[in-house]
C-alpha cells in the first residue's frame, strides 16, 4: 500500500506540475484530487511545454492510469481542449488511461459569469479569483443545486436540474446587470461534451481504493498551495476548497492511514498571483528581477506573480497543514547571480514574536518578517545532478531550510525540464529505497 501526495505548501504555482511528472515515473496511478481549471500545472519535456489544467500530470507518461477524483470541479470545454491537446501527441487513445469521477460537480458558463460580475463588483475588494467559476460551482455544489459530470448521460436529469436552477442564476446575472443565460444555449454546449467525456467516465474513488489496496503506487497530484485553504488560509483570500493534503481522503473516499508520504513543493523564493497579503513580497527592482528570471507569470491567467523571499515561518505553518513528510524544492537555479539571499525566519507584531502563524490579512499586513541574510552563488546550476556537487551556499541554503523545518528535501528542481531534477530516492519507498 503506497499512497503518496504532492502539495503546493506556498500560495500555489510551486512547480507541482513538474515534480508530479517526474515522479509518476514511479507511480502506477496518478490522480488529481481537488480544485479546477483554475490551476495551471506547467509539463516541460525536452522540446515539449504542455499546461494541465484538469487532466493528472502524469498524461505524459504512457502507460499510468490517470484519475480525477470527485472533489474536482470540471468545466467541460476546458476538459475536452485539455482531452484533444494531449491525443493530439498520441497520449489517451485508449479511455481506459483516463478516468473521470461520475461525481465532479460541473463548472457551467453561469458559474464563470457569476464569478467574473461578483470580483467586479467587489472592486477594492476583489479576490484577484482565476474568474474559472470556481467559487460558485462550489457554492452550487455545497447547496446541492449543481449538476454533476455522471448526470449527463441522462438529458432529462440535465434539464431538469437546470431549469431549476436557471431562474435564480438569472436573477443574480441580471442584478449585476449581465445578460441572463439561455436554456437551448447550456443544452447545446452540454450535449457535445457529454459525448466526449462520457466514455472516460466511471467510479473514480473505487478505483483508487482497489489498487491501494493491491499495493500499487498511488500519486496525488494536489493543486493551488496551504496559504489558499478555504479554512487555513488567508481568508477571504483564498480558494473556496481545502487545499491541504488531507483533502485527498474526503475527495477519494479514503482513509487517513492511507496515505503514508507527503512531500510539499516550494520555490526557494515566494510568489503569489491574486490579492491578499505577503509579508516577504518585494515590491521593488528585486521582486521584478525574480519575476523576470523566473519567468513568473501564471499559467492560467497569465497575470503577473508577485514576488518575494522565501518565508520559513509561512512553510512551518504549510509543513504542519500537510503533514509534510519530505519537501520538493524548486526553481533553485533562479537565484543564480542574485547576490546575498534573505529568509524570513519569524514574524513581530508590535515588538514581539508570534508563535503562531496569522491568516487573518489585517494581522499579516502588519507583521514585520525578521531576516537572516544568506549567501548568495553565481554558478549556473541546472546541468548538476548531485546534491554533495551543488554550490556551498546551496548546500547551506538546503541545511538551513531543513533544519527549521525538520522535514528532508528529497527533490531539488533545477531548471523547469523534467531531466534538470536531482531527486534522492524513489518517495514510494521509505523503507527499501
Ligand atoms: P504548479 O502550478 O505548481 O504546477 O506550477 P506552475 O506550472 O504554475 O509554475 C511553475 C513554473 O516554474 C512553470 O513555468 C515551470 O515550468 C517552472 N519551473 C518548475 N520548476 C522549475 C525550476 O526548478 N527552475 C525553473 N527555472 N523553472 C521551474
Ligand atoms: P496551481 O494549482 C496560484 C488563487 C487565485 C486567487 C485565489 C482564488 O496552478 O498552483 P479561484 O479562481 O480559485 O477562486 O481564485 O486563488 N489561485 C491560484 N494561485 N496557483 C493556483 O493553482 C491557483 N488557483 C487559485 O489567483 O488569488
Ligand atoms: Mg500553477
Same mark, same amino acid.
Given at each position: ?6 502539495? !503546493?505548501?506556498?500560495? +500555489? /504555482?510551486? *512547480?507541482?506540475?513538474?515534480? #508530479? ?9 496518478? =490522480? ?113 443545486? !449543481?449538476?454533476?459530470? +455522471? /448526470?449527463? *448521460?441522462?438529458?432529462?436529469? #440535465? ?9 435564480? =442564476? ?264
Amino acid at each position: 500500500m503506497a499512497g503518496l501526495v504532492v502539495a !503546493g505548501a506556498q500560495w +500555489g /504555482d510551486e *512547480g507541482k506540475g513538474k515534480v #508530479v511528472d517526474l515522479l509518476s515515473e514511479f507511480a502506477d496511478v496518478v =490522480v488529481r484530487f481537488h480544485g479546477g481549471a483554475n490551476a495551471g500545472h506547467t509539463l516541460v519535456v525536452g522540446e515539449d511545454r504542455l499546461v494541465t489544467h484538469l487532466i493528472p500530470s502524469g498524461v505524459l507518461r504512457p502507460g499510468k492510469r490517470c484519475v480525477i477524483g470527485p472533489a474536482v470541479v470540471i468545466d467541460p470545454q476546458v476538459l475536452v481542449a485539455e482531452i484533444d491537446e494531449v491525443q493530439k501527441r498520441g497520449l489517451l487513445q485508449r479511455p481506459e488511461a483516463l478516468l473521470v469521477s461520475h461525481r465532479c460537480h460541473l463548472v457551467l458558463p453561469y458559474h464563470k459569469l457569476l464569478d467574473a460580475a461578483r470580483e467586479s463588483a467587489r472592486g477594492a475588494l476583489k479576490i484577484g479569483t482565476t474568474l474559472r467559476g470556481i467559487g460558485p460551482c462550489l457554492e452550487d455544489k455545497v447547496a446541492r443545486c !449543481g449538476l454533476r459530470v +455522471g /448526470d449527463l *448521460g441522462d438529458s432529462g436529469l #440535465v434539464n431538469a436540474r437546470l431549469s431549476a436552477r436557471l431562474p435564480e =442564476v438569472n436573477a443574480l446575472l441580471v442584478h449585476y446587470g449581465r445578460e441572463p443565460v439561455r436554456l437551448e444555449d447550456l443544452h447545446a454546449g452540454l450535449r457535445e461534451q457529454a459525448e466526449r467525456i462520457l466514455p472516460f467516465v466511471g467510479d473514480a474513488g473505487a478505483l483508487v481504493r482497489a489498487e491501494l489496496a493491491r499495493g500499487r503506487a498511488v500519486l496525488f497530484e494536489g493543486a493551488q498551495g496551504a496559504l489558499l485553504d478555504i479554512d487555513h488560509g488567508t481568508y477571504p483570500y483564498v480558494t473556496s476548497s481545502n487545499t491541504v493534503a488531507g483533502a485527498v481522503c474526503p475527495s477519494l473516499g479514503l482513509g487517513p492511514r492511507l496515505v503514508e508520504e507527503v512531500m510539499g513543493i516550494t520555490k526557494a523564493y515566494s510568489t503569489r498571483v491574486g490579492e491578499g497579503p505577503f509579508p516577504t513580497e518585494l515590491a521593488d527592482e528585486r521582486g521584478q528581477l525574480l519575476r523576470a528570471r523566473g519567468h513568473e507569470v501564471g499559467a492560467t491567467t497569465g497575470r503577473p506573480r508577485r514576488c518575494g523571499w522565501l518565508d520559513l515561518v509561512a512553510l512551518r505553518y504549510a509543513v504542519a497543514l500537510h503533514g509534510c513528510t519530505s519537501l520538493g524544492l524548486t526553481k533553485l537555479d533562479v537565484l543564480g547571480g542574485f547576490g546575498p539571499l534573505k529568509v524570513a525566519v519569524a514574524y513581530r507584531l508590535d515588538g514581539r514574536d508570534l508563535q503562531e502563524y496569522p491568516t487573518e490579512p489585517g494581522v499579516l499586513e502588519r507583521v514585520e518578517p525578521v531576516y537572516e541574510e544568506l549567501e548568495g552563488w553565481d554558478e549556473d546550476i541546472r546541468d548538476l545532478r548531485e546534491r554533495e556537487a551543488l554550490p556551498t551556499p546551496v548546500q547551506r541554503l538546503l541545511k538551513r531550510i531543513e533544519g527549521d523545518l525538520g522535514v528532508p528535501i528529497e527533490l531539488i528542481s533545477v531548471g523547469a525540464a523534467r531531466a534538470e531534477t536531482i531527486v534522492s530516492r524513489n518517495p514510494f519507498r521509505r523503507k527499501n529505497p
